[in-house]
């Protein structure tokens, strides 16, 4: 038999391509289809189906066969996969368990780790590993990261990383995670500490661990992730991370935020900027609200008022938001289990269907305008109960055209775009100073010569930003560096 000039890529499906092990496929095909047609340009490909209950075996390599057509699949047991002989000069496996999952013959091994794993299986399984291959080059979480195959740097730059999926999803997207002869990306579970890791930065979204609808850990493993991230912390004071827990606190609560940016509108620097350029930025008005079953004055208020969760991340309902025009709405949002606690009542801020989305990374700031939601006017609004709750993370513009008689869906200009975008670039600069953020986006909207900034967010997605992967690599420079 003619031996393959390509390596051959063995990937043990377990893990690897599922997502917990359920009936369905990892939820990201599209990127996997994309991972498959790059290294398909490298290696042959071969997946195993080696699940120890044969019915599950068949299903998923069903499922595989029928949404990746062209990759050769066979179904078999660890026993035969020892037994078998390959006739490739190079070989190279990707498994999440290197014990078991092993061959006859001499091959190159690409461990595999995923957040879906059983704590104290992976913290067994990773322990020993690294006892025994202390040299983590080819430790990855997704089968892209094998490229690492071709890069022949001695001492890449090691960059340790914890990515929840949707995230983790998207820095796939940008290639950000995968290994070049300058840069190594090793995954890391703080579930557990793993001592024989060495790295030069730590980059992380690591508080998406406390959002209920991205994980499927339990409370106690969640609380073992903090404990061991914080030791981790204080144990390697020398290693920079992108961005420090500490720095995040104050994006996490909308009236401290917006507290700290009217300081920063308050600067002289400020000042003295807007004087220049005559165009004036600002928070909107709001205040905090106890909706706690008592008795409230609410003869004050100015509507519409747009009315959202203390909390702006973090918790389940802090996308749910709701547009109120009058007290007896306000009092019927009060009943509805999602507005209870401690709220923001924000004036709304009509700005004639334009937003700008800003995006920092790095030293680059991105600029995006985008059509938003119309204007809203009480005398418009056609709901008789006096509110509308929406979901902000759905299609805003149709959420909100919605409540509303008429919609106006055209997007009128700004005619002072170019000063305007001078005082968003000072005004980020500032924030990534005083928030000492690296990574983070925040909206501006308005009309006029008045604008207001709507939330900071750290960690945006960069959709659609060019260059992304080699602004990601700058950044992890320059940090280092200082």
Avoid at 51 to 73: A, L, M, R, V
Avoid at 77 to 92: D, G, V, Y
Avoid at 189 to 210: A, E
Avoid at 279 to 303: A, R
Wanted: with cysteine; net charge positive.
């Amino acid at each position: 038999m003619q031996q393959n000039s390509k390596p051959l890529l063995i990937i043990d499906s377990r893990y690897t391509l599922y997502d917990l092990r359920q009936k369905r496929l990892y939820k990201y095909n599209s990127i996997l289809s994309k991972s498959f047609i790059l290294l398909q340009q490298h290696f042959q490909i071969l997946l195993i189906f080696c699940h120890t209950k044969p019915n599950t075996n068949q299903f998923f390599q069903e499922e595989f066969q029928k949404h990746f057509q062209g990759i050769d699949s066979k179904q078999l047991s660890f026993q035969q996969l020892k037994q078998t002989s390959f006739q490739n000069q190079e070989i190279i496996v990707v498994t999440h368990n290197y014990e078991q999952f092993t061959l006859n013959q001499q091959y190159q091994l690409y461990y595999f780790s995923s957040v879906s794993q059983q704590l104290e299986k992976k913290k067994k399984l990773e322990l020993k590993y690294y006892q025994q291959n202390p040299k983590t080059k080819f430790h990855i979480s997704h089968i892209q990261q094998v490229m690492s195959f071709f890069s022949k740097s001695e001492n890449p730059f090691c960059i340790g990383y914890y990515f929840y999926p949707k995230k983790f999803n998207e820095l796939i997207q940008f290639e950000t995670l995968i290994t070049n002869s300058n840069f190594n990306y090793l995954p890391i579970d703080f579930r557990f500490l793993n001592k024989y890791r060495k790295i030069d930065l730590l980059f992380h979204r690591f508080m998406d661990i406390y959002k209920s609808k991205e994980i499927n850990m339990k409370q106690n493993e969640v609380e073992l992730f903090q404990q061991n991230y914080d030791l981790f912390i204080k144990e390697n004071p020398q290693i920079p991370v992108i961005d420090s827990i500490e720095c995040l606190n104050t994006l996490i609560q909308r009236d401290k935020l917006n507290i700290k940016l009217q300081s920063i509108f308050d600067s002289q620097e400020f000042k003295n900027f807007i004087q220049e350029h005559h165009i004036k930025i600002m928070t909107p008005q709001q205040i905090v609200f106890e909706n706690n079953d008592q008795p409230q004055d609410l003869s004050n208020l100015k509507y519409p008022l747009i009315v959202k969760s203390k909390q702006g991340a973090l918790t389940v309902n802090c996308h749910i938001m709701a547009i109120v025009v009058n007290e007896q709405g306000l009092i019927g949002l009060f009943k509805q289990e999602q507005f209870k606690g401690q709220l923001i009542l924000q004036q709304i801020i009509n700005h004639n269907s334009i937003i700008y989305k800003i995006y920092q990374l790095g030293d680059k700031m991105i600029v995006q305008k985008r059509k938003s939601i119309p204007n809203i006017e009480i005398n418009n609004f056609k709901f008789e109960e006096g509110f509308y709750i929406f979901d902000t993370q759905k299609d805003l513009f149709k959420n909100v055209s919605q409540c509303l008689k008429q919609v106006d869906e055209g997007v009128h200009e700004c005619s002072n775009e170019a000063q305007l975008l001078k005082q968003m670039e000072l005004l980020s600069s500032i924030i990534a100073k005083e928030f000492k953020l690296h990574l983070f986006g925040f909206d501006i909207i308005g009309m006029n010569w008045e604008y207001y900034i709507i939330d900071i967010n750290h960690f945006p997605g960069y959709k659609n930003v060019e260059n992304a992967k080699e602004l990601f690599e700058q950044l992890f420079m320059q940090v280092s560096k200082k």
